[in-house]
């Protein structure tokens, strides 16, 4: 059974930085493109980032680029999005997805606030 | 301001047959594929229609995708109350390895 599971969210000052996680099982994750998408309250879907099955090429919205990084780590079946220069805007709810986004796990909530 | 196109709200009866409108233009919809998704608040995104109207297994014969020029369609026939919940169109910009959702339309079974 396809599993992803994110952490790492929690309430995080403006400017600061957090790091989510997202732990993949039950299928072979160096052979998949991996996303990350958030929704903000009250917001629609948001794709944020991908990266390339081997970690070669990342791609961003225009809206985080410089500032958040997406990588992988297919050893440990294990998915990334560091967080730098957060703003009010990025509060959201951050879920992994796979592929074309045919699985997707429960959600991290990131919370930019003072 | 999304790039694709989608009515806010629709709604219908139980038995009824709904469709979800979602329009683009020739760099996205018109060029790619398209993927639907319906999402409860709360919970995990679900893919119900990829490639323009296929089906993942597992989800009901009652949900039909359709694609033509840069507009495309999700229907659902033989509404029931577990299809309230908030329904997204996407493509995947081949060229750009990007993706792009739809502002997202609640439908409301009444």
């Known amino acids: 059974e396809v599993q992803l599971v994110e952490s790492g969210g929690g309430l995080v000052q403006p400017g600061g930085s957090l790091r989510l996680s997202c732990a993949a099982s039950?299928?072979?994750?160096?052979?998949?493109?991996m996303n990350w998408v958030r929704q903000a309250p009250g917001k629609g879907l948001e794709w944020v980032a991908n990266i390339k099955p081997d970690g070669s090429d990342m791609y961003y919205v225009d809206s985080v680029r410089g500032r958040f990084t997406v990588s992988r780590d297919n050893a440990k079946n294990s998915l990334y999005l560091q967080m730098n220069s957060l703003r009010a805007e990025d509060t959201a709810v951050y879920y992994c997805?796979?592929?074309?986004?045919?699985?997707w796990g429960q959600g991290t909530l990131v919370t930019v606030s003072s | 301001q999304s790039v694709l196109t989608q009515p806010p709200s629709a709604s219908g009866t139980p038995g009824q047959r709904v469709t979800i409108s979602c329009s683009g233009s020739s760099s996205n919809i018109g060029n790619n594929y398209l993927y639907w998704y319906q999402h409860l608040p709360g919970t995990a995104p679900k893919l119900l229609i990829y490639?323009?109207?296929q089906r993942p297994s597992g989800v009901p014969d009652r949900f039909s995708g359709s694609k033509s020029g840069t507009s495309a369609s999700l229907a659902i026939s033989g509404l029931r109350s577990e299809d309230e919940s908030d329904y997204y169109c996407?493509?995947?910009?081949?060229?750009?390895?990007?993706?792009?959702f739809g502002g997202g339309t609640k439908l409301t079974v009444l």
């Open positions: 039950g299928f072979t994750l160096r052979t998949y493109w």
């Open positions: 997805a796979r592929d074309i986004l045919d699985y």
């Open positions: 996407a493509v995947r910009d081949d060229s750009l390895n990007v993706w792009v």
């Open positions: 490639k323009n109207n």
